[in-house]
């Protein structure tokens, strides 16, 4: 009996030793996929080290939050996000899901298509039944969400509505921490705003949309401290970085021990430790200027 047991126990050993099977990586979806050196290269920006797929995974999967940072008109991060959502569910239990791109105002109409799902009577518009918000591609970003719908574990919201922006904009309030609310962080986030407007915002403005951005950050480390763990957080590359972002308003509210920042970015961008732990090369996206049609 001693010798059937070991030989039991050595046989579950070897089966838990055993890598998951990953989902397929997407194909690189961008229009004009440029060849670089970096495309496809997985960093671990704390070491400097490439690493697989699986490598990351493992990393990813033992942190209670993991904050992934996308360009929002790049189809391959979403793509990469939904392959990471699935492949992370595979490797532990999932706790939750967080979107930048999901407003509380929409929180119940999300929870009423779950419970929809989970009965067998799934919606027949998910767009509709969302009341999604159009300024957000639903052609990038629907089948992330409808993956996320039907599953077990919360889909939750991490933006501010738009009546909270305009409470905001027109009377920013005081800012809690040490971390977040330093002039070098303020400074930095300021010339962000500047540029992301084309130097076309009045100085006057500046004050009320560094609040909204900052107020917006705060928020989503909020719901990404109070979401089952372990929690993943969709949002915006700028939202998410650790010297600016997100990564310092947990650390105000005492919610930073063991989050990871991944980092999508496209071939040929700059990165650095300070920013994220880890960062992903995806192919680019057709170089444009946002900023003609408004400088005419």
Known sequence: MRIILLGLLGLLAACQSQP?????????????AREHADLGRIVDLRSGRQVTPQQLLEQLAAAP??????QHDNPDHHALQLWLLRALTAQRPQGSLLLEMLNPD????????????????????LYQALNWQPNWDWGVYGAIVSYAVQQPWPLQSA???RSEIMKIYAKPPALSGTHSTTTEVQEVLLAQIRQSHCGLLPESQLPSMLAIQQQRDRRMA?????????????AGAFHVRRDLGVPLHLQDLDASDGALVLTLAEAG????????????????????????????
């Open 222 to 234: 909020e719901r990404l401290s109070e979401a089952p763990q372990p929690a993943l957080l969709f």
């Open 269 to 296: 961008s700059q990165v650095t430790a300070a920013q994220a732990d880890f960062v992903w090369f995806t192919a680019a996206q057709p170089e444009e200027d946002h900023c003609a049609a408004l400088r005419k």
């Open 20 to 32: 998951v099977e990953l989902p397929l990586l997407p194909a690189w979806q961008a229009p004009e």
């Open 65 to 70: 939050r993991v904050l992934v940072g996308e």
């Open 106 to 125: 929409q929180q119940s109409a999300v929870d009423a298509v779950r419970t929809d799902y989970l009965s067998g009577q799934p919606p027949a518009d």
């Open 159 to 161: 933006n501010l509505d």
